[in-house]
């Protein structure tokens, strides 16, 4: 079945540590990808996408994510967490059938730790 | 206006109440979206607006849920005989294209049914 996952509900890291937030998606085709965040009470905000071209996607607010398309994946980096980063990530995709909506996976909850 | 403005930010509602949530859009963008979102869940979609015309609502989970956007503009997901299971957030967004990026969402409808 097509679907988005995110294989982790919940991951804590240390402030000033690397971050990598994982997802998988299972469509035939590559769709467009995409990584939002949402922070409580707040609507979602787009970090970066991926439509083609360079796999190495560079967003907002330090983010950076690859697209593999071996593994159909599409991973969330930062070299070096802040306490702001603390929120809800949330992968998505738009499959690639000429129609544009979004499909969200379930969602990491990013801690930071100090 | 600058961003996408929802009504109410919060509602509570009794079991078997009508409600209806307000969605402004960008002015100018031709698209919009409502998704629902429930606790501990990815956003889920429920319909799409281009312009006026209503091209999908496959993702409305029952005939108690209606949407409109009779001038292309604002508008109005209503939900008629409100159940527990209603009880999410309710997300509007709006976009000037149609490749799924340049979504803009709004903060959202925060639905509780009692």
């Known amino acids: 079945a097509q679907s988005v996952t995110q294989p982790d509900i919940h991951i804590t890291v240390s402030e000033g540590a690397s971050l990598e937030l994982r997802c998988n998606y299972s469509?035939?085709?590559?769709?467009?990808l995409f990584w939002y965040v949402q922070s409580p009470g707040q609507g979602l905000q787009l970090l970066l996408k991926?439509?083609?071209?360079?796999?190495l996607v560079q967003g907002i607010k330090g983010f950076e994510a690859e697209f593999k398309r071996s593994q159909s994946s599409f991973n969330l980096r930062k070299p070096s967490v802040h306490w702001s980063d603390a929120a809800e990530y949330f992968c998505a995709v738009v499959p690639n059938t000429g129609f544009q909506k979004l499909v969200f996976g379930t969602g990491t909850r990013l801690l930071v730790s100090p | 206006g600058a961003g996408v403005s929802q009504s109410p930010r919060y509602k509570v509602a009794k079991r078997g109440q009508d409600v209806a949530l307000r969605c402004d859009p960008i002015?100018?963008?031709?698209?919009l979206f409502w998704y629902q979102q429930a606790l501990g869940q990815g956003p889920e979609f429920l319909t799409y607006?281009?312009?006026?015309?209503?091209?999908?609502k496959s993702g409305l989970p029952s005939d108690r849920f209606f949407a409109e956007r009779p001038e292309g503009s604002v508008s109005t997901l209503k939900i008629q005989r409100t159940q527990q299971e209603d009880s999410a957030v309710y997300l509007c967004a709006s976009s000037s294209t149609n490749t799924g990026d340049g979504y803009t969402f709004g903060s959202g409808t925060r639905l509780t049914v009692v």
């Open positions: 002015s100018g963008h031709v698209s």
């Open positions: 469509y035939g085709a590559t769709p467009y």
């Open positions: 607006f281009q312009n006026e015309a209503q091209l999908d």
């Open positions: 991926y439509f083609s071209g360079d796999t």
